[in-house]
C-alpha cells in the first residue's frame, strides 16, 4: 500500500503505490485536499480554489485572465464548479488543457464529490435530468430555424426604413415603423441571447462572431458587457450579490418585505 504524508495545511501526499492518487501512470504523488481546506480557498483571501470532477484547480492567479471574466469562474472560489463547467464550455477537450497548469491535487477518497453542504439528492438529480434532456436531443439546435430567425429580423428592419423612405414620417407611418422596429429589438433581444450563450454553432468563434454582429449592430449594445453580465446571472442565480440581476434591489426587484426579514435573520445571502 502507498504511504502517506502530511502536508502543510494537514492535506495528504500519498505514496505512488496509492492506484487513486496518482495523478497520472509514473507521474508525482497527487495532493489530496479536504473540503475544509477547499473552502477556505473562496476568494475572500489571495488563494482562490475550486473543484471540477474531483480535481483541484488553484485559479488565485488565473481568474485575471479567464475568457469569461473574472467574477463568473470567482464566484465558484471554494466550491464544486463541475456541473457550470459543463454547461458553460463546448470543447471541453481544449479547455482541459489550459486546465493542466492550473491542477494541484485532488479530492481525499473519503471527501464527497461536491460541498458536504449540498443536497446530494438534488445534485444528482440534476444531473440526471440532464443526462436524460441531452439524450433526447433536446440541447441540438435547429440550425435551419435560427438561419429564417435571422433573416425574418432583416427583412422587419429594412420593411420598417423602407417604409418611412416611401411614405415619409407621417403618423401612421411612424406609428407602424415604429411597431416593425420594436419587434426587431425584441426579437433580436432572444436570438443573441442564444447566440451568447454558445447555443447555436458546434463551435464557440461562430457563435460569438454572430452574437457579436446582432447584439452590436442590430441592437447597439457591446457583446463583451453582456457575456460578463448575464453570465454571472446563470452561473449564480438568485444569489445575493453574485448574481448582477438582484444587484438592482431594491429599485427594480423587491424580495418582499416579510421574505426579505426572514432572510436576514438567517444571515442567508440567497434565494430559498
Known amino acids: 500500500p502507498g504511504s502517506e504524508q502530511k502536508l502543510p495545511g494537514g492535506s495528504a501526499l500519498i505514496g505512488a503505490a496509492g492506484p487513486s492518487a496518482m495523478a497520472e501512470v509514473g507521474g508525482p504523488p ?4 479536504t473540503w475544509d481546506e477547499i473552502k477556505l480557498r473562496s476568494g475572500r483571501e489571495p488563494e ?72 446530494k439528492l438534488l445534485v444528482e438529480d440534476f444531473r440526471q435530468l440532464r443526462a436524460t434532456v441531452e439524450k433526447m436531443g433536446l440541447l441540438t ?32 407611418p411612424f406609428l407602424f415603423s415604429g411597431l416593425l422596429l420594436g419587434t426587431v429589438q425584441a426579437q433580436a433581444g432572444w436570438l443573441q441571447h442564444d447566440l451568447g450563450h454558445l447555443s447555436v454553432f458546434g463551435k464557440s ?23 460578463h453580465w448575464h453570465f454571472q446571472h446563470h452561473a449564480k442565480p438568485n444569489c445575493f450579490r453574485k448574481d448582477p440581476d438582484l444587484n438592482m434591489h431594491p429599485l427594480v426587484f423587491a424580495l418582499g418585505k416579510k421574505l426579505s426579514v426572514e432572510l436576514g435573520m438567517k444571515k442567508k445571502k440567497f434565494m430559498p
Open 30 to 33: 497527487a495532493r489530496l485536499f
Open 48 to 119: 482562490r480554489w475550486l473543484v471540477i470532477d474531483r480535481k483541484v484547480y488553484d485559479i488565485s492567479r488565473f481568474h485575471k485572465r479567464h475568457p469569461g471574466g473574472s467574477r463568473v469562474i470567482s464566484h465558484y472560489a471554494g466550491q464544486d464548479a463541475t456541473d457550470p463547467f459543463t454547461a458553460f464550455h463546448l470543447d471541453k477537450t481544449l479547455v482541459r488543457k489550459f486546465m493542466k497548469p492550473l491542477l494541484i491535487g485532488e479530492l481525499a477518497d473519503d471527501q464527497p464529490s461536491f460541498e458536504p453542504s449540498k443536497n
Open 141 to 172: 439546435p435547429n440550425r435551419l430555424f435560427f438561419f429564417l430567425y435571422l433573416i425574418h429580423i432583416l427583412v422587419l428592419d429594412v420593411a420598417a426604413w423602407l417604409n418611412l423612405w416611401y411614405f415619409g414620417p407621417s403618423l401612421v
Open 205 to 227: 468563434k461562430w457563435n460569438h462572431w454572430v452574437h457579436k454582429f446582432v447584439i452590436g449592430h442590430l441592437k447597439g449594445a457591446p457583446a463583451s458587457w453582456w457575456n
